[in-house]
């Protein structure tokens, strides 16, 4: 018997196409039928509180609601951008939920119970609940009846950030689904598996958010900041992912899946052209070779970079060890796993970038340790400041690092660095760990692995002589140094379109960091997004840099872009925008470049 076809919106009773437009993160399409991610039913705790334990329940319910009142606001804010009439819908919608969590009956019955009833706020919010849901229902009212279910989701969005509960649940998710979501984390990304999952699309995100470099290095095509994206949809419903175009259609006809069939295809196509790349070096037509290494965000990618062809691993972003488990790693695990990518990668080097959680890279078991940060996480404790103030999570790390580098090349890499003192504690620690080891007999790196330096704060930029004085590599971070440098949340959907690597302030950093490492005589490569998109290669070679770093995927196509250009004629065309001061005249004098050589 023949598989039935997917059902088209022609052939559902009531279901009609619909096109919704967001920020294209991840290139790629995706056709299957939708998950829709929402708050479902989730364990809760129950459990009796001390008195003197009441005081911090209480704060710990009141960040809890402060979070969801913002998470509110934001999708508020995104309302506005629907057509007026739905936006005046879902704008009173969102009014409600506000109101709700804002000394309402449901507020002051929470904090009663946690001070009275000394019950842990999460049972707290479910027997408040409960108990309004049943006056409610009891007055027979059909108005009142219908905002029970308003309730139950502004309960189930409180208990969710109370619990820290991920927002989808993907594990076990049919093969070819497609998911949809309010908002996805790095940590739900991390947990896709792209052999069941066929892309994602979500109302929140932005371009340049960790949510989209995840998606990018698992392949995953991807559309986030999609307003209007979770009303009028069912589970199970088809849905096609565009994620070059930025496009979402739910419930497409026949037509519109053919049409995106041909798309993949073509795209089919040219990855096996690109596959072809693979044993050919990266070499401009005048023989300047490039070094074009990998950045992985979770081990399996591995596979991904030596099919690839990569010289290396230029990025390992350590953060997936802390992801979705609510204790630390240790030593011993953070050692295998080092020692997995070391000896995959056969002699080429690897780079391990320390711990940088913060923003909007977030691990459950830091949660103390970062409680009370501010309310700025990007500009708080995060990163290598964390790292210093938390020592042990650094003693560990740098000694998986030691002994992993018993097995091939490692280079260690310090992520948010502003200043040498930083360098230089960081060196005294490892020093410290270096002779324990030793005391311990453990086989580790001999020589020493170099010690470097993300340069993703303006800070560092102009710092860079002295940096380079005191490490003995660069790396540039061009998706934080944008994002620091203009002054631009690169999660947030609502100012995407002002994140602009060719701003000619972006540009100078990068220049300026270059120029420092090439009169320290260090190495210098780049590992931000900039790296792997080509419209950018032959400006940052122009530059002077010759290693670039990017997610598997993007190998192929750089390469390719590198092996057309001319050294000479992309060096001068670099002088001739960095002349420039206004950044549509550099966009326009690179794409000019780029159509022509």
């Known amino acids: 018997m023949k598989n039935e076809p997917p059902p088209f919106a022609g052939d559902k009773p009531g279901k009609r196409e619909r096109v919704l437009h967001g920020l294209g993160v991840s290139s790629g399409i995706a056709l299957g039928p939708a998950f829709v991610s929402d708050h479902?039913?989730?364990?809760?705790?129950?459990?009796?509180?001390?008195?003197?334990?009441?005081?911090?329940?209480?704060?710990?319910?009141?960040?809890?609601?402060?979070?969801?009142?913002?998470?509110?606001?934001?999708?508020?804010?995104?309302?506005?951008?629907?057509?007026?009439?739905?936006?005046?819908?879902?704008?009173?919608?969102?009014?409600?939920?506000?109101?709700?969590?804002?000394?309402?009956?449901?507020?002051?019955?929470?904090?009663?119970?946690?001070?009275?009833?000394?019950?842990?706020?999460?049972?707290?919010?479910?027997?408040?609940?409960?108990?309004?849901?049943e006056s409610f229902t009891a007055m027979g009212d059909a108005y009142l009846a219908a905002r029970v279910e308003d309730i139950r989701v502004v309960g189930a969005r409180l208990i969710r950030n109370l619990t820290k509960t991920p927002y989808a649940a993907l594990q076990h998710v049919p093969e070819g689904t497609v998911i949809l979501a309010e908002e996805l984390t790095p940590a739900d990304t991390a947990l896709m598996d792209p052999q069941r999952i066929a892309g994602f699309a979500a109302v929140l995100g932005g371009a340049e958010s960790h949510t989209a470099i995840m998606a990018r290095a698992l392949g995953l095509p991807a559309v986030l900041g999609v307003t209007g994206l979770l009303g009028q949809i069912d589970a199970g419903d088809m849905v096609v992912i565009d994620g070059a175009g930025g496009t979402v259609v739910i419930n497409p006809t026949r037509e519109t899946v053919a049409s995106y069939d041909e798309q993949r295809e073509v795209l089919a196509l040219e990855r096996r052209q690109l596959a072809r790349l693979k044993r050919l070096p990266a070499v401009t037509r005048d023989d300047v070779e490039i070094v074009l290494q990998a950045n992985l965000e979770l081990p399996r990618e591995l596979d991904q970079a030596i099919a690839a062809g990569a010289a290396g691993i230029g990025l390992v972003r350590t953060e997936f060890l802390y992801m979705n488990r609510e204790d630390l790693p240790d030593e011993d695990e953070q050692y295998e796993a080092y020692r997995g990518l070391v000896r995959g990668m056969d002699g080429r080097s690897v780079t391990i970038r320390t711990l940088d959680i913060g923003g909007d890279k977030l691990a459950a078991p830091l949660a103390e340790a970062l409680e009370g940060v501010g309310a700025n996480p990007a500009l708080g404790l995060r990163a290598i400041r964390l790292s210093l103030k938390e020592r042990p999570l650094l003693d560990a790390q740098l000694a998986a690092i030691l002994r992993a580098g018993a097995d091939g090349p490692v280079r260690i890499l310090l992520p948010m660095v502003c200043s040498v003192a930083e360098v230089l504690k960081v060196r005294e620690a490892l020093g410290q760990v270096v002779r324990r080891l030793k005391r311990r007999g453990a086989k580790i790196a001999d020589p020493l692995p170099p010690l470097g330096v993300m340069i993703e704060i303006p800070g560092a930029a102009l710092a860079a002589d002295a940096l380079a004085a005191a490490c003995d590599f660069f790396a540039i971070g061009t998706n934080d140094l944008i994002q620091y440098t203009?002054?631009?949340?690169?999660?947030?959907?609502?100012?995407?379109?002002?994140?602009?690597?060719?701003?000619?302030?972006?540009?100078?950093?990068?220049?300026?960091?270059?120029?420092?490492?090439?009169?320290?005589?260090?190495?210098?490569?780049?590992?931000?997004?900039?790296?792997?998109?080509?419209?950018?290669?032959?400006?940052?070679?122009?530059?002077?840099?010759?290693?670039?770093?990017?997610?598997?995927?993007?190998?192929?196509?750089?390469?390719?872009?590198?092996?057309?250009?001319?050294?000479?004629a992309a060096s001068r065309r670099a002088r001739a925008i960095m002349d420039q001061l206004d950044d549509a005249r550099i966009a326009s004098l690179l794409d000019d470049f780029n159509a022509l050589a």
């Open 486 to 568: 203009l002054a631009i949340d690169r999660g947030d959907e609502q100012v995407a379109h002002l994140y602009n690597p060719l701003h000619p302030a972006v540009l100078r950093l990068i220049q300026f960091a270059v120029e420092a490492a090439l009169r320290a005589r260090i190495p210098v490569s780049l590992c931000g997004e900039m790296a792997g998109d080509p419209r950018y290669t032959a400006l940052l070679l122009g530059l002077g840099i010759r290693d670039l770093s990017m997610a598997p995927a993007k190998i192929g196509r750089v390469k390719r872009r590198i092996r057309t250009l001319d050294m000479v």
């Open 40 to 133: 479902g039913d989730i364990a809760v705790p129950e459990r009796r509180i001390a008195a003197s334990e009441v005081e911090a329940e209480g704060e710990r319910f009141a960040a809890a609601l402060s979070l969801s009142l913002k998470q509110l606001r934001k999708l508020k804010g995104k309302s506005s951008a629907l057509p007026d009439s739905a936006a005046e819908e879902v704008g009173y919608l969102l009014d409600a939920h506000i109101a709700m969590l804002t000394k309402s009956r449901l507020v002051r019955g929470v904090e009663r119970r946690i001070r009275e009833e000394r019950i842990n706020a999460e049972r707290a919010v479910q027997m408040e609940i409960a108990q309004i849901s």
